[in-house]
């Protein structure tokens, strides 16, 4: 959950009187989500956002379907899924269901053709190699490995690469990501025993205000279809905006792991949530100190949701055979745990040194064409 943020100019009262230097009226946006009950930014624009000059056409980037419903646990090799220059053309949906797309990207390029904006659904993007700055219409926020990207939907943005060598995983939620209620008062903030405080999210710090007309080309995603649309202005012409709705970042490196005497459950790790799945972060930490500890986690059984856990790096103890990029999947209905031999292992252990990014879906997942020919 974001808390006010303000950039750039803006006049004193809401939808009053906010002339440009030339005398014309800055256009005023409302900026906001679940209608006018959500959050929501003010920005104020050097042309009106409205003018589109033209629609080019249309393409579905809906995943094939290998697996509509299944109970079998599976791994895939998330490295196998090959760069591509383009950023669009290098999201590869592996995972699927009406509420969330999980993604693996490994752009070349820097978005520098086009504009992007998806309106169905909030990005959160992870960054597991490379740097950057996500340049968007509400300023800019420099990435790198270990990153959180949260891109609330409708944010029309771009990501400038520092080289060709990036991994993504991204998780596109049809649902608003939140962060955890657990962890926040009644008034929004962040509790003292929440894993990160406000001080470790990172709001865009830089604005980009272009006075251009022209033909800009936006490609905005709407139900599985990416429409191609020519805007007459620079979409990144906010001269400042202020609320409640912006991306921003959030490091893996600055959660701090919650630890006790014997094994915690996942909830202890998560980060962010929506009303249908959830993101953990699993972080190097102190194991349990109760002298008797088993540190490796129990078997269970996720009745009422499939677990997804992304391997970013480290030791996995709980695994014998796990290399960074893996991807595990471990369906609602049966019981999964640590591979044998690894409870036993893990006995006497006073740390861990992984690195995993896990998102637990309340809906069953469907395995993309795709991702079944990887599985291992």
């Known amino acids: 959950m974001p808390f006010y943020h303000k950039l750039g100019k803006i006049p004193p009262k809401r939808h009053t009187v906010f002339r440009r230097p030339d005398g014309e009226l800055y256009s005023e946006q409302l900026f906001g989500t679940i209608g006018f009950d959500g959050m929501s930014t003010n920005s104020y624009h050097v042309y009106r956002p409205t003018m589109v000059k033209e629609i080019k056409g249309q393409y579905s980037v809906k995943p094939e379907i290998a697996l509509e419903n299944h109970i079998k646990s599976y791994r895939f090799r ?30 070349q390029e820097s978005m ?30 420099d990435f790198k490995y270990g990153d959180y990207l949260l891109i609330p939907r409708g944010i029309i943005y771009q990501l400038r690469f520092d080289n060709q060598d990036n991994r993504l995983f991204i998780t596109e939620s049809k649902r608003p990501i939140y962060t ?11 509790l003292e025993h929440s894993p990160f405080c406000e001080r470790d999210l990172r709001r865009p710090d830089s604005l980009e205000t272009h006075d251009e007309l022209g033909d800009f080309l936006m490609k905005i995603k709407k139900q599985d279809e990416i429409f191609d649309m020519v805007y007459a202005s620079h979409p990144f012409d906010v001269i400042g905006y202020d609320g409640y709705n912006y991306p921003y970042a959030l490091s893996i490196h600055d959660f701090e792991p ?68 893996h991807i595990s ?3 609602a209905g049966i019981p999964h745990g640590p591979h044998p031999g690894a409870a036993e292992r893990s006995i006497g252990k006073t740390k861990t040194e992984e690195l995993a990014v896990m998102v637990d879906t309340f809906n069953g997942l469907k395995v993309s064409t795709i991702t079944a020919s990887s599985s291992v």
Request: proline content about 8%; aromatic content about 12%.
């Open 258 to 325: 919650i630890t006790g005497r014997i094994h915690q459950p996942p909830p202890v790790h998560q980060t962010f949530e929506t009303d249908a799945f959830v993101v953990c972060s699993f972080v190097p930490r102190l194991y349990d100190y109760h002298p008797d500890s088993i540190p490796a986690p129990y078997n269970h059984s996720n009745i009422d949701s499939d677990e997804v856990l992304y391997y970013v790096d480290g030791d996995f103890m709980s695994r014998n055979d796990i290399d960074a990029g």
């Open 112 to 141: 520098t053709d086009y504009f992007y904006k998806n309106s169905d659904a909030d990005e959160l993007i992870f960054i597991h190699k490379g740097s950057g700055t996500l340049r968007t219409h509400l300023g800019n926020i």
């Open 78 to 107: 998330g490295f196998q899924v090959q760069p591509k220059a383009d950023y669009l053309e290098s999201r590869t949906i592996v995972l699927t269901n009406s509420d969330v797309n999980i993604i693996l990207a490994a752009p």
């Open 329 to 331: 999947l471990h369906p």
């Open 180 to 190: 955890p209620k657990r962890y926040r008062n009644w008034f929004g903030q962040l």
